[in-house]
């Protein structure tokens, strides 16, 4: 059985990282972050022996539709699993459709977007299935059921479609630490690009899936159901040597929403390193509350270079309606923190959100102020995006605050929603009012110059960003 693993092309000026935001997906500015398709890779992996495996990353390699349809028609697959997110569930839907009325392919989505919006792909592109949960077993089921000739219907974890009806029910919960690694063999890994080319060639890890916060608008626990699930330390750390001695990475993204969720698995993840002598750059993402000096002394000695910290907003009223104020309940605390990272020499990302129901002029200002007292090395003020299945989702079609409702412009670089104080054109303003506030300082510029590479990427990005 010839099977293919499909990342499709981005749209046209971007590039599209399907794997952030929980798989639901972001875009970036050409020349930006490269990210690589964890989830393709894993279920490869999943799927080694079960046929002849031809992996197709349009994204890194810069293909164009034209170009893709005749690899895959000179392919010719049994089966094509076919990533997608939601601002790119156009051009997915669209690669989905001709594939299934050219060749004589099953057609089989992953990724949650699909997953939500299920009838549309459906109907869209005459898919023959959706896997759930973006659940990697279930797609090693897929392919013996059609080995065998079985009914995907028959089969946990899997949509089907039929007399105009989505069927199917979730699979089993993931057991991580059996989980085989990525074939990061397949990938094109000189592609991939995160900050710097210091840090080239990298990969990512999967250590835990979920988040323990229910923030409102955030795609992760809806994408893992709710549930949060996690490797072992010894599990971790065997991939990563394996990534570092056997693939030759430089660094390690752990794509992780929390990783420091279980501090005593993370004090344990870089005690291993330290004792393995595993020389290798990593990153991760994770909640000021969920860090302290001890911990990230203990990170920084064990390779940590970067971490990302989801601040969100500094007004209560906004944070306490998307029930994600538990994430920074001491702003003191969050100031604290940053200091620490600076003195051990960890860099830091700030993720704020704009353009949430409760955000006004003052809150977004607010945030910008906090933004320059942080001083992150990255910042970034994110457009709020009420992907589907999500609570600001149901918020925002309730109270008709949702003024796009083309997926495509749900890519977290132009908003979609108005707030109940602010017009989208208002919180449009108000973001690259922002960026210029926060990067036009004799203080930045002066840090930013140090970078001279990825200065020109970011002027790059300023001068895309204002053009929109």
């Known amino acids: 059985m010839k099977i293919l693993l499909l990342n499709p092309p981005s749209p046209k000026g971007y590039t599209a990282n399907r794997g952030f935001m929980g798989e639901f997906g972001m875009l970036h500015f050409a020349g930006g972050t490269i990210l690589p398709p964890h989830n393709l890779l894993l279920a490869a992996a999943f799927l080694k022996g079960e046929g002849e495996i031809n992996f197709l990353d349009a994204v890194a390699l810069k293909l164009d539709i034209p170009t893709l349809f005749k690899k895959v028609e000179e392919y010719n697959p049994d089966v094509v699993f076919i990533n997608s997110s939601t601002p790119t569930a156009s051009i997915d839907n669209f690669v989905g459709k001709q594939i299934k009325q050219n060749l004589n392919s099953k057609l089989i989505f992953m990724g949650p977007h699909a997953v939500y919006t299920a009838r549309q792909v459906f109907e869209e592109t005459g898919a023959d299935g959706i896997v759930i949960n973006n659940t990697p077993e279930t797609v090693q089921g897929v392919v013996k059921c059609l080995r065998e000739n079985i009914e995907l219907s028959s089969l946990k974890g899997i949509y089907t479609f039929r007399n105009n009806n989505v069927y199917g029910d979730k699979n089993t919960p993931f057991q991580m630490d059996k989980f085989p690694y990525p074939a990061w063999q397949l990938a094109p890994l000189e592609k991939y690009f995160y900050l710097y080319r210091k840090e080239f060639p990298y990969a990512t890890i999967h250590s835990s899936i979920g988040c323990l916060f229910r923030c409102k608008f955030c795609p992760y626990p809806i994408a893992a159901n709710l549930k949060y699930f996690e490797m072992s330390p010894w599990r971790v750390i065997a991939e990563m040597e394996y990534l570092v001695r056997e693939i030759g990475v430089k660094m390690i993204l752990f794509r992780d929403a929390l990783f420091t969720s279980n501090q005593s698995r993370t004090k344990e993840i870089c005690s291993l390193i330290k004792s393995k002598r595993l020389r290798v750059f990593w990153r991760c993402e994770t909640s000021t509350e969920m860090v302290n000096d001890e911990l990230l002394t203990l990170m920084a000695e064990a390779g940590c270079v970067g971490i990302n910290f989801g601040i969100e907003s500094v007004d209560e009223a906004v944070v306490s309606e998307m029930n994600c104020e538990q994430k920074r309940k001491d702003l003191a605390k969050v100031k604290q923190i940053f200091k620490k990272c600076r003195e051990l020499g960890i860099q830091t990302f700030a993720f704020f959100v704009q353009g949430l129901p409760n955000d006004t002029k003052n809150t977004i200002i607010n945030n910008v102020k906090m933004a320059i007292e942080l001083e992150p090395d990255h910042i970034q003020f994110t457009f709020a995006t009420p992907y589907p299945g999500t609570e ?72 895309n960003w204002l053009n929109r």
């Not at 949702?402 to 449009?428: H, Q």
């Open 392 to 463: 600001l989702y149901e918020i925002a079609v309730r109270e008709k605050l949702l003024v796009k409702n083309n997926w495509d412009c749900f890519s977290g670089l132009e908003p979609v929603m108005a707030t109940r104080y602010l017009t989208i054109d208002e919180v449009t303003k108000l973001n690259k009012w922002a960026y210029r506030k926060y990067f036009i300082r004799l203080k930045r510029i002066l840090k930013e110059v140090k970078y001279p590479q990825r200065l020109c990427r970011r002027a790059i990005t300023y001068l």
